[in-house]
């Protein structure tokens, strides 16, 4: 009878000799764990190609992203100076955006984005959910949608160009009709993504 201690001699003893002799079990992989690293790859990838695929909720979530920074930059550029504006200007074909700060002085930056599967549309004072109400005025090449922040970072009195009436509780910008993608603006100028929430 071997004892445990005697198959730890016997071990010792087969390495002193020369080499190490490997048991069975140790020799290589069975037919489950090749299974379950198939699987596990099969899953991974799969993940993968649809981010791959499917483009269209990324793009707009960059794009949404973009607007939300560039309103900060333009806000930050106002304070304590003359009005900064931030131009939202779909191409005419739909198929970029381009976003444009500037002051009395002019442009101070400018980017274009693609807008391929985005649709745009802004609301001024309607803070209702995305989920409740879709956006009422398209944003287009013809009437694009201006935010003007003043000498304090707020929306300045004119508010908002390229919609009606002045800003007294929000600016929605919405993208796709869905809350996560969509963008808001307070009346204090600070931008955020998702719903309204004043």
């Known amino acids: 009878m071997i004892v445990p201690t005697d198959i730890h001699r016997q071990s010792i003893l087969s390495r002193s000799r020369g080499g190490i002799q490997l048991s069975r079990a ?11 690293v198939i699987i596990i790859l099969a899953i991974l990838s799969s993940v993968a190609m649809s981010r791959i695929l499917s483009g269209n909720a990324l793009n707009a979530i960059v794009v949404r992203d973009q607007i939300i920074s560039l309103a900060r930059t333009a806000q930050q550029n106002a304070l304590g100076r003359s009005d900064v504006d931030l131009v939202i200007t779909p191409s ?8 444009t700060t500037n002051d009395n002085a002019g442009v101070i930056e400018s980017y ?23 956006g009422a005025d398209a944003i287009s090449n013809a009437a694009p949608l201006t935010l003007t922040f003043g ?3 707020d929306l300045g009195v004119s508010g908002v160009t390229g919609s009606t009436g002045a ?13 996560s993608e969509s963008v808001c603006v307070s009346p204090s100028g600070f931008s955020y993504a998702g719903d309204c929430d004043v």
């Not at 005419?92 to 976003?99: K, M, R």
């Open 167 to 179: 800003v007294t509780s929000a600016v929605r910008i919405r993208l796709n009709d869905t809350a």
């Open 26 to 36: 140790a020799a290589g992989f069975t037919v489950i764990e090749i299974v379950t």
């Open 112 to 134: 274009t984005f693609s807008l391929s599967t985005v649709e745009l549309s802004g609301d001024i004072n309607n803070t209702d959910s995305c989920a409740a109400t879709s």
């Open 92 to 99: 005419a074909s739909g198929d970029e955006i381009t976003l």
């Open 151 to 153: 000498e304090l970072g």
